[in-house]
């Protein structure tokens, strides 16, 4: 993916968080807390990886399987990172692209269900200028041929229920 494309992506959701307030005061920070030695962790967006190549914080696994017709790649961490670089899917958790005939929709995570407190009130329970903003990264995202590749492929395969579940997201 281009990786201008990517950065911008990731600046918009940079400032914005799914409640006003820190969610995390709700839940203990569900979503970075999987359990020790399990292979939870958040799916990479294409190029994403190369962030990361020096963080020590952070592990990067290929993952049994293609997404957009690329290798998919996980990130994992103990818990905790520099806010600034936290990945896309942690800034866009618990929001997922549903991807239609018609164009895309923004809706829950279905793997949030079970995680995230939020879940349970819908989108109109999150702040609004967060759904904006998470809105216009997945517009940024569509257009790129490997972006948009990729949202197709992470769409099929959470309507099959293949991918792992992600974590992260404050
Ligand atoms: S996004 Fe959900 S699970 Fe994550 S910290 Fe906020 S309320 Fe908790
Ligand atoms: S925001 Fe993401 S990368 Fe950071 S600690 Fe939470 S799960 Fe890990």
Do not use: N
Not at 25 to 51: I, S, V, Y
Request: charged share 20%; glycine share 10%.
């Amino acid at each position: 993916m281009d990786m201008e494309r990517l950065v911008q992506a990731r600046a918009l959701l940079e400032d914005v968080t799914p409640l006003r307030s820190d969610c995390g005061r709700l839940c203990g920070g569900a979503c970075c807390q999987g359990e020790r030695g399990d292979a939870h962790g958040m799916l990479l967006f294409p190029g994403e990886a190369a962030l990361y190549v020096s963080a020590a914080w952070a592990q990067v696994t290929p993952l049994p399987y293609a997404l957009g017709g690329a290798p998919a790649l996980l990130l994992t961490c103990d818990g905790a990172c520099p806010r600034a670089q936290r990945p896309l899917a942690c800034r866009l958790f618990p929001l997922f692209c549903r991807m239609r005939e018609t164009g895309m929709d923004i809706v829950l995570d279905p793997r949030a269900r079970g995680v995230c407190p939020l879940f349970l009130y819908g989108l109109q329970g999150l702040s609004q200028d967060f759904v904006q903003a998470a809105r216009a990264a997945y517009s940024l995202l569509m257009q790129d041929d490997e972006g948009r590749a990729f949202l197709q492929g992470l769409s099929d395969a959470c309507s099959l229920g293949v991918t792992r579940p992600a974590r992260g997201a404050r």
